[in-house]
């Protein structure tokens, strides 16, 4: 956050700990237990790919154990205002990832392991862009990506419960169920460990059923209570034909991460106006990192939890100080054989279940953020087509069957046909979309008159209502008797605002302040000895 931003953040009332906060010894241990039962779940995403890659019972238990270390070290990095975005963003394993990871699989984990340390490194060159190509990756495409990924997450889960017969099939719908009907109707801790509650369920439903490993669940209670995981294989393996599915993957990791800051900052000011870029920025390095380790040390891609940015918001605990707490769980379970046995004998019927509710709660999530674009024919046009796209691929239509053999590997996933598709088309109705107007700032006028007739433009332009207000509060700040023309410029990402004015000391030093915190970038540059532009630009 910029010095202007923290001088001028203002800490919501219903925060019990904010970010800056220290809780209590007991409190600070118990919210940290809290959060590794919300993304604990989500380890099932490992178990599923080891599974898938031919992986032994045994090792897929060790990967579980690096799975977690790695977690608790992108944890402690990302809540480091050093070295991440400085908030409480927990870590978890990607159900973005794995599409892209099954399919690799089917070469053996070293290849899902070196195609994973690819994903992550291209994560970290995106991070180092982010500012100049962020205007092709709009809102309603960062939409589209998250509501894909719940739906093949659905569809992978939903195969992994047929895989069973009518045991299967039972057990998979009582994980499912329970874990909805908590999420519905439980309160309090009924509500908040709802998905655990529902693997619990189904897990002990699926050993009654005789569908678990029964030796590896005995062994579970039988070992010691702590040992240090086995060593990874440290085996990579490489194929062209996966790169393009896990770069799609990691942009589209890249834009939940952009999404869990956002979300952070917003959390913790209740003054807050704009996302942070350079946050951001160290978020998705660091998330870049943490799938680089992962895929190094046997693992899958990670991601940011916002799961947990939901649950520190619901408890009013944000404090960073709660990730290092989180991060000491993680590695105390992480050298617990007896956790990572009963993770590894778990029916695959339960796994299903669980990611078909995790694939809910995706999908929902990518229709809220698809709620708050501001919708027209084109955007609409960016989305539907692709997501056409996307459906017809999973349902193998007969089109696709048509494609060379040669691109088929590159266009398995649906993820990475509405992401290619959807850049496409949003390229192609981007032509022709800039806009541009001069305004003459007459001094007969005031400046309520001015700015009504820029409003009455960017309603016409269809410009995002938060980006209207903070071009508002910018003119209120800066239109005077000394300017005398404005323009507008509007490429339907990014707005530009130019006001000519009379060059002088006082207007340098004291007009600009609130133009600088509402604004993405800012800039003055002299015209002549006493004329002088002020350049804004806002992200919508």
């Given at each position: 956050m910029s010095e202007v931003g923290k001088l001028l953040a203002r800490r919501p009332r219903g925060l019990l700990y904010a970010v800056d906060d220290i809780p209590r010894p007991f409190s600070l241990a118990a919210l940290g237990l809290q959060h590794f039962f919300v993304i604990a779940p989500n380890l099932t995403i490992v178990l599923l790919i080891g599974r898938a890659a031919g992986s032994s019972p045994e090792m897929i238990a060790s990967q579980l154990s690096w799975a977690l270390i790695v977690l608790a070290i992108a944890t402690t990095i990302q809540c480091s205002l050093r070295t991440g975005s400085g908030f409480f963003i927990a870590s978890c394993n990607s159900g973005i990832y794995v599409s892209a990871s099954l399919a690799a699989a089917a070469g053996g984990l070293p290849l899902v392991c070196g195609m994973t340390m690819l994903a992550g490194l291209s994560q970290i060159f995106f991070s180092s862009i982010l500012v100049r190509i962020r205007r092709f990756f709009p809102t309603e495409i960062v939409a589209l990506s998250v509501i894909i990924v719940g739906l093949e997450l659905g569809g992978i889960g939903l195969r992994r419960v047929s895989t069973s017969g009518s045991e299967g099939l039972v057990v998979g719908v009582v994980t499912f169920f329970v874990s909805v009907a908590l999420g519905v109707y439980g309160r309090g801790g009924w509500r908040l460990y709802s998905a655990l509650i529902g693997i619990v369920s189904g897990y002990v439903l699926g050993v009654q059923a005789g569908l678990a490993d029964v030796r590896l669940v005995s062994q579970s209670f039988a070992g010691p209570l702590f040992a240090l995981p086995g060593l990874p294989s440290f085996a990579f393996d490489f194929d062209s034909a996966y790169i393009?599915?896990?770069?799609?993957?990691?942009?589209?990791?890249?834009?939940?991460?952009?999404?869990?800051?956002?979300?952070?900052?917003?959390?913790?000011?209740?003054?807050?106006?704009?996302?942070?870029?350079?946050?951001?920025?160290?978020?998705?390095?660091?998330?870049?990192?943490?799938?680089?380790?992962?895929?190094?040390?046997?693992?899958?891609?990670?991601?940011?939890?916002?799961?947990?940015?939901?649950?520190?918001?619901?408890?009013?605990?944000?404090?960073?100080?709660?990730?290092?707490?989180?991060?000491?769980?993680?590695?105390?379970?992480?050298?617990?054989?007896?956790?990572?046995?009963?993770?590894?004998?778990?029916?695959?019927?339960?796994?299903?279940?669980?990611?078909?509710?995790?694939?809910?709660?995706?999908?929902?999530?990518?229709?809220?953020?698809?709620?708050?674009?501001?919708?027209?024919?084109?955007?609409?046009?960016?989305?539907?087509?692709?997501?056409?796209?996307?459906?017809?691929?999973?349902?193998?239509?007969?089109?696709?069957?048509?494609?060379?053999q040669d691109m088929k590997p590159l266009l398995f996933s649906a993820l990475t046909i509405a992401v290619l598709s959807a850049l496409v088309v949003n390229a192609f109705f981007s032509i022709g979309m800039a806009r541009k107007a001069i305004f003459a700032l007459h001094p007969s006028r005031t400046p309520q008159e001015h700015i009504a007739s820029v409003r009455k433009t960017l309603d016409e332009w269809g410009v995002a209502p938060n980006v209207k207000g903070r071009v508002m509060l910018t003119l209120c700040e800066l239109i005077d008797d000394k300017c005398s023309s404005l323009k507008l410029r509007f490429n339907g990402y990014t707005l530009s605002l130019d006001i000519v004015r009379q060059a002088t000391l006082a207007v340098a030093t004291s007009n600009s302040f609130f133009a600088h915190r509402v604004g993405d970038r800012f800039g003055r540059s002299r015209v002549s000895g006493q004329t002088e532009t002020v350049s804004v630009h806002y992200e919508q």
């Open positions: 393009l599915p896990f770069a799609i993957a990691a942009m589209a990791a890249s834009m939940k991460t952009m999404g869990a800051v956002v979300m952070s900052s917003q959390i913790n000011d209740e003054t807050w106006v704009r996302p942070d870029i350079h946050l951001i920025k160290k978020g998705i390095a660091v998330d870049g990192f943490s799938t680089v380790l992962s895929g190094f040390l046997g693992g899958v891609g990670t991601n940011s939890a916002t799961s947990s940015v939901g649950v520190s918001q619901a408890t009013g605990a944000t404090s960073r100080v709660i990730g290092f707490s989180l991060s000491a769980w993680m590695v105390l379970f992480a050298l617990s054989p007896e956790c990572t046995r009963l993770f590894v004998a778990m029916p695959d019927a339960v796994v299903g279940g669980s990611l078909v509710f995790v694939a809910s709660i995706v999908t929902v999530n990518g229709l809220q953020i698809l709620s708050k674009v501001n919708m027209d024919m084109r955007r609409a046009g960016v989305i539907a087509f692709p997501l056409i796209l996307a459906i017809a691929a999973a349902a193998n239509a007969p089109p696709f069957s048509l494609l060379p």
